[in-house]
């Protein structure tokens, strides 16, 4: 049965258990065990097998070609733009997706994703 704060120390000192080893018991509570540095075990994502930027660059140059063939074909440079910008809108959120942050194997709290600001 531990003390309670008012109670005398079970150390035989004949003080109140608060003014005695109550500090003492505290900080061992608290007192982290040292365990040897592990690496952390990720689970990692595998690369795409197409670079994002390459995909930029081809999807840019694509889209410029319906804008430039709206605007000079059909004279209508309004609608070019739309398709235009809507085609750039959609390339960046998909590519903004394309590849999740790592995961920790390690299950428990939402501390665990990684967002690649590891030391």
Do not use: H
């Amino acid at each position: 049965m531990k003390a309670k704060r008012n109670d005398k120390c079970p150390c035989g000192s004949g003080k109140k258990y608060k003014n005695c080893c109550l500090q003492k018991d505290l900080a061992e509570a608290q007192a982290v065990p040292e365990t040897p540095e592990t690496e952390e075990q990720y689970e990692e994502n595998p690369a795409p097998s197409f670079a994002t930027w390459k995909i930029f660059l081809i999807t840019t140059a694509i889209l410029a070609t319906i804008w430039i063939v709206f605007w000079l074909a059909f004279d209508l440079p309004r609608v070019g733009g739309s398709i235009f910008g809507c085609g750039m809108l959609i390339l960046i959120v998909l590519s903004a997706f394309r590849n999740p942050p790592t995961v920790r194997k390690r299950p428990g709290n939402a501390g665990n994703i990684d967002f690649g600001n590891r030391p």
